[in-house]
């Protein structure tokens, strides 16, 4: 995250917190972010942005990789999870999420002359969404979560038909997961891992996007012995097992 992101979220903490504090619209400023850092240099540093290309190519250095599985195998003992035993594959999930547009592309058709242009039907409503994948290490799936773009806070019909068996749905002005709805779903896999009476702690392995990132997700995983291990940076092309082997085949 950056500093941006840092601030957010030590603001979102106080006012949790009920803390007085003199930042202006609850969100410290820079002065007390650069004493933040200072106070912390030796558990954060500070880097600067680069082209995606570059990242992605840094992600894939032997020392980020390395650390990554070095975290992970802690989020293993953390919750006793033994690699050996395959049993235990039911309790290591991952979750990933990606975008799709609705909008048919239209094409070019050789006709014969005076024939009527074709027409393709687009579908209704918002062009943008997105679906969220989870899935444990034995390969058994749990109903997706689809985030429409929009605003609606009923759905229409048409939006919620066909999908997989106990699929959810939802709206966001991105077309993408918030914190809210993220949180929101941890609390329905929570629900779900207890239906069906897997054994906890679990290890959740994800992305590092901001909204997956908040004191209450932390505390919510936390309190329902959910094990959460963020991907490094750029790193899901190949790190990602959802990435890699499910999600690249519909898109």
């Known amino acids: 995250?950056?500093?941006?992101?840092?601030?957010?979220?030590?603001?979102?903490?106080?006012?949790?917190?009920?803390?007085?504090?003199?930042?202006?619209?609850?969100?410290?400023?820079?002065?007390?972010?650069?004493?933040?850092?200072?106070?912390?240099?030796?558990?954060?540093s500070r880097r600067?942005?680069?082209?995606i290309k570059i990242a992605r190519a840094r992600s894939e250095h032997p020392v980020i990789i390395s650390e990554f599985f070095d975290l992970l195998d802690q989020a293993f003992k953390t919750a006793k999870v033994d690699v050996k035993n395959h049993s235990h594959g039911g309790r290591v999930f991952s979750i990933d999420e990606t975008g799709y547009k609705s909008k048919i592309q239209t094409k070019g058709f050789l006709c014969p002359v005076g024939r009527p242009a074709l027409v393709l039907a687009n579908s209704e409503g918002k062009t943008n969404?997105?679906?969220?994948?989870?899935?444990?290490?034995l390969g058994e799936f749990y109903p997706p979560s689809v985030v429409y773009k929009g605003s609606n806070k009923s759905l229409p019909a048409g939006w919620v038909m066909n999908g997989p068996p106990g699929t959810t749905y939802n709206t966001t002005k991105s077309g993408w997961m918030d914190q809210e709805r993220f949180l929101a779903w941890l609390r329905w896999f929570d629900e779900k891992l207890t239906?069906?009476?897997?054994?906890?702690?679990?290890v959740v392995v994800m992305d590092g996007a901001s909204s997956h990132?908040?004191?209450?997700?932390?505390?919510?995983?936390?309190?329902?012995n959910i094990v959460l291990v963020k991907l490094p940076p750029n790193s899901t092309h190949f790190l990602q097992a959802l990435d890699v082997g499910v999600l690249v085949l519909p898109r």
Do not use: W
């Open 48 to 51: 600067r942005s680069t082209s």
């Open 195 to 202: 239906e069906k009476q897997v054994e906890r702690p679990v």
């Open 129 to 137: 969404f997105s679906t969220l994948i989870c899935g444990n290490a």
């Open 1 to 44: 995250m950056d500093m941006g992101d840092a601030a957010q979220l030590v603001g979102r903490y106080c006012k949790k917190r009920k803390k007085e504090t003199q930042f202006r619209n609850d969100i410290p400023g820079s002065d007390f972010m650069g004493k933040f850092y200072k106070r912390n240099k030796t558990k954060i």
């Open 213 to 224: 990132i908040s004191v209450d997700i932390v505390e919510e995983a936390r309190e329902k």
